[in-house]
Nanobody
Framework: QVQLVESGGGLVQAGASLRLSCAAS????????MGWFRQAPGKEREFVAA?????????NYADSVKGRFTISRDNAKNTVYLQMNNPKPEDTAVYSC?????????????????WGQGTQVTVSS
């Protein structure tokens, strides 16, 4: 079992940068594939990015964020990050991290077993 807590959300202007963090409990963080998802009001939760377990050699990005967002991990700090560069108003949503043990970098919500509560990101134009 792992508990996930997101932080770093807030109000940001379009074109600026923001970094989200997701801290995990426990001592075996490196065995989890980590994902970021988001949900805007009135919309379904959608995939943003995923990073493989271990040293995170494999990544997967939604087309809408490719080239702007970067997912990374620091296993020593039990933390996964989402660096958001050049955010756009359409990136406004609640961002949640998710984890699955030794999983693939899936874009499906059903592939993940553990979820955080989420952090609000609002991008103003």
């Amino acid at each position: 079992q792992v508990q996930l807590v997101e932080s770093g959300g807030g109000l940001v202007q379009a074109g600026a940068s923001l970094r989200l963090s997701c801290a995990a409990s426990g001592r075996t963080f490196s065995k989890y594939t980590m994902g970021w998802f988001r949900q805007a009001p009135g919309k379904e939760r959608e995939f943003v990015a995923a990073l493989s377990w271990g040293n995170g050699m494999n990544t997967n990005y939604a087309d809408s964020v490719k080239g702007r967002f970067t997912i990374s991990r620091d296993n020593a700090k039990n933390t996964v990050y989402l660096q958001m560069n050049n955010p756009k108003p359409e990136d406004t949503a609640v961002y949640s991290c998710a984890a699955v043990t030794y999983g693939a970098t899936s874009s499906a919500t059903t592939s993940y077993d553990y979820w955080g509560q989420g952090t609000q990101v609002t991008v103003s134009s």
